[in-house]
């Protein structure tokens, strides 16, 4: 836990986190079919897959029924998850997904940090691979909400550390590359809840 009050936006431990492979899964794609119901606090995602659109309508209901913040922590690192590791979807290496989730003032450097260690390889899967091999993730299993005190930009907060598993689409990428279990901190400014780090398991 000591850890955690250590990292900041720009510390987040993702080098072998977000080395671009696949992540083989057994679990099939979703076959329904969602209609996006946005909300007043968060970006609707942008070319969301199905995938997303369910977790953000979970969002969505959840802002608009009050939900607590243990709950919202949760909702808001599975949400960040979805749109930040699903490349699918994306348009290229300049489209980081996930970007509304994080604190306004470090939304710039945390784009410019994920295209370089992470979106980066965007091109590269598609010129041995092709886009329908680009990771998707499909599902997920929220090990773990722990209250914690979490340190951001020099001051604490309360928060919490949301551990996840997450599962990817079937793709023709190698399938032990891309991490799949990892804690990601969430933080409430002024009762909107924030991802400030990730932390590979």
């Not at 079937?170 to 990730?198: C, F, Q, R, W």
Request: with cysteine; proline share 3%; charged share 25%.
């Amino acid at each position: 836990m000591k850890h955690f009050t250590k990292l900041c936006l720009l510390g987040l431990c993702m080098c072998s986190l977000l080395t671009l492979y696949g992540c083989g899964s057994k679990q099939k794609e979703t076959k329904e079919t969602y209609t996006l119901q946005t909300n007043s606090v968060y970006e609707a995602p942008t070319h969301p897959t199905q995938e997303q659109i369910r977790e953000y309508n979970e969002l969505s209901n959840a802002i608009q029924n009050n939900a607590d913040s243990k709950k919202m922590a949760e909702l808001v690192a599975v949400n960040f998850a979805y749109e930040f590791f699903t490349l699918k979807e994306k348009t290229g290496k300049e489209d980081v997904g996930g970007l509304t989730f994080i604190p306004k003032e470090k939304q710039e450097e945390f784009k410019d940090y994920a295209v370089y260690k992470y979106y980066n390889n965007y091109q590269a899967v598609l010129s041995q691979y092709s886009k329908d091999d680009l990771p998707s993730v499909i599902l997920h299993e929220v090990n773990q909400v722990t209250p914690s005190s979490l340190m951001y930009n020099q001051a604490t907060y309360d928060g919490f550390i949301v551990s996840l598993t997450l599962k990817y689409e079937e793709s023709k990428l190698p399938s032990d590359g891309l991490k799949t279990v990892m804690k990601v901190s969430v933080i409430e400014i002024d009762n909107i809840s924030y991802v400030i780090a990730v932390e590979d398991q």
